[in-house]
């Protein structure tokens, strides 16, 4: 792995390129998200309105 500059502050997309490349070569990947203890899949961005409150909840009722 080469050596990475440490970053602080705004990362340019050369940078944020550099470091993609040295995470994808490593082979680090993201963990799977959890909410409330139940693992989001990918299919949920598809998910929006359905079963779920069209307006904010109050309570966990539809307002």
Known sequence: ???LPPVH???DPEM????????DHAGITAA????LG???GPD????AG??????????GVRA
């Open 32 to 35: 799977p998200l959890r909410l």
């Open 16 to 23: 944020a390129h550099i470091y993609t490349q040295a995470v």
């Open 50 to 59: 359905k079963g779920s409150c069209a307006r904010p909840c109050a309570g």
């Open 1 to 3: 792995m080469p050596h």
């Open 44 to 47: 949920l961005s598809g998910r």
């Open 38 to 40: 139940h693992v989001v």
């Open 9 to 11: 502050g705004l990362v």
